[in-house]
């Protein structure tokens, strides 16, 4: 049996090892975590449990075909349930947006803002709907590797305005200043500044009209533990608390893998879901790279990092929704402190996520759970987070508690944070970046890392840093990416009993 070695158990490491194991592969997936799922881990603190990941589920397909590979049924493992309310705006003037449901329900918001902004939104809709078919439906789970393949693509790209950047194409659509924000903050999702981010990652406001916003119950990491057990049933190994150190190389091909352990893993393909930064810097020999995958880790924009605070209250907040954004005072200039200046401004946004507005079981009961995400420079910036990450924990706490969390310095509770630090540390993500790369027009498709390595023939890239970029979607398409790349080794034989006891 042919073998093949995932290193990194992101969701883009799981999709592949997943879809490498139903081609017939005996696949180990290799993380540095305590458990699988990569930045997807879980927190418990006195009784509060807090996901410390991606907490935003669309395209829930993406997850189920990967159950599908092996004719299970993802309902067997997680429940997965849409939201009413995807998320709601709070702006700095005091006033509220609720965003989800269907057409009607946000023609209904609108119009209590800017009522001739309605048709404005209808348009942007339908331009979000072209973007959606070309760059998601057609090109998101294509392979990149020549430019001809990109040129291809060019005149059609041109014709939906991918020079523009997404502020550009939504405030081409919409007057109103709360409308024009709440609907270009899609970049930040996926680690981009909506003023430099090319307007094919629009695609993402069609993608939940589309397909909605999901939650799974328990959490992004009872996701990430049914897709551990499906692996385990299929027969992966899983090797935990271990870090690939070195791939070793020769004629041209990927013969090994060597941990922090000492361990020497001999395999026939490699698949990388580590940053590609680290790939290429710290992990493949560098006569073994392409000048193009070495001049991208040194010079490619790096996304923001991340500022995360988890807390729990005392008491609850029934009216705060289960995803709330919190708009500071600022926009352009903030985002321009965090992108370009580096540096950290006294104005702060907020992506404040509350579980147990839907499943009570994040806290004790009569309790609630949360996590405020504030994006801040990366450690490109001269920041010193021993020091700023409690004083950014007492402007979080005293800008919800003036306004949307009254009382809360007096109800947290177990509160900790990540800072762009911890991201480096625990995730060897190069400058603490939150995304990897930026979605730039030009850190985009041919331009972006390539799924096949720039470097041995078998060697492949999934993850945020490469084609078609960060978020779940796509680090699934990414996955699909490789699928397509790496031949079959003869196919799965199924079962509805596990293989072996995996490791």
Not at 205 to 230: I, N, P, Q, S
Not at 279 to 285: A, G, R, V
Not at 332 to 340: P, S
Request: glycine share 8%; charged share 20%.
């Amino acid at each position: 049996m042919k073998t093949a070695t995932v290193i990194g158990a992101g969701f883009g490491g799981i999709a592949t090892a997943l879809r490498l194991r139903a081609k017939g592969y005996d696949v180990t997936l290799i993380d540095r975590c305590e458990r699988v799922g990569g930045r997807a881990q879980v927190f418990q603190r006195d009784g509060y449990r807090h996901d410390a990941g991606p907490t935003v589920l669309t395209a829930p397909f993406l997850f189920t075909e990967l159950f599908e590979l092996f004719h299970r049924q993802i309902e067997q493992y997680v429940e997965i349930v849409p939201l009413d309310l995807w998320y709601r705006f709070e702006f700095p003037d005091g006033t509220r947006f609720d965003y989800g449901g269907d057409v009607q329900d946000t023609l209904a918001e609108i119009a209590r803002f800017s009522p001739k902004d309605q048709d404005g939104y209808l348009g942007l809709l339908e331009k979000s709907r072209q973007i959606y078919e070309l760059g998601f439906e057609q090109l998101a789970s294509r392979p990149f590797h020549s430019f001809a393949s990109m040129a291809a693509q060019i005149p059609k790209m041109l014709s939906l305005g991918s020079y523009r950047t997404v502020w550009q194409l939504v405030a081409q659509y919409l007057t109103d200043w709360r409308l024009r924000r709440a609907f270009s903050v899609q970049p930040l999702l996926v680690g981009g500044n909506p003023y430099d981010t090319t307007s094919i990652y629009n695609l993402i406001h069609f993608l939940e009209r589309k397909h909605g916003v999901h939650f799974a119950m328990g959490g992004t990491g009872a996701l990430v533990d049914g897709l551990e057990r499906l692996m385990r049933e299929v027969g992966i190994k899983i090797r935990l608390n271990e870090t690939v150190t070195k791939i070793h190389v020769a004629c041209d091909e990927v013969t090994g893998v060597t941990t922090d352990n000492l361990n020497f893993l001999d395999t026939d393909v490699v698949v990388s879901n580590a940053d590609p930064a680290h790939l290429y810097d710290k992990l493949l020999p560098k006569q073994h790279s392409k000048l193009s995958a070495r001049l991208k880790s040194k010079y490619a924009d790096k996304s923001m990092g991340l500022y995360v605070l988890f807390f729990g209250t005392e008491g609850k907040f029934p009216e705060v929704a289960h995803h709330t954004i919190w708009l500071g005072q600022q926009y352009k200039n903030l985002l321009n402190d965090i992108f370009h200046k580096k540096v950290l401004s006294q104005d702060i946004s907020i992506y404040l996520h509350r579980p147990t507005a839907t499943d009570e079981s994040f806290a004790p009961s009569g309790h609630d759970s949360f996590y405020a995400l504030v994006p801040v420079p990366n450690l490109e910036a001269d920041i010193d987070w021993n020091v700023e990450g409690k004083a950014m924990r007492d402007r979080v706490v005293a800008a919800l508690d003036r306004t949307i969390l009254p009382g809360l310095s007096e109800t947290i509770r177990s509160d900790f944070w990540m800072t762009p630090a911890d991201f480096e540390q625990n995730y060897l993500s190069p400058a603490g970046a939150g995304f990897s790369i930026s979605p730039h027009f030009t850190q985009s498709a041919w331009f972006r890392f390539h799924n096949r390595a720039e470097g041995p023939k078998n060697l492949f890239l999934v993850g945020a840093g490469t084609h078609p970029g960060a978020g779940l979607p796509g680090v699934l398409s990414s996955a699909k990416v490789v699928d397509s790349l790496v031949p079959s080794a003869g196919g799965f034989a199924d079962s509805a009993q596990p293989l072996r006891v995996a490791e």
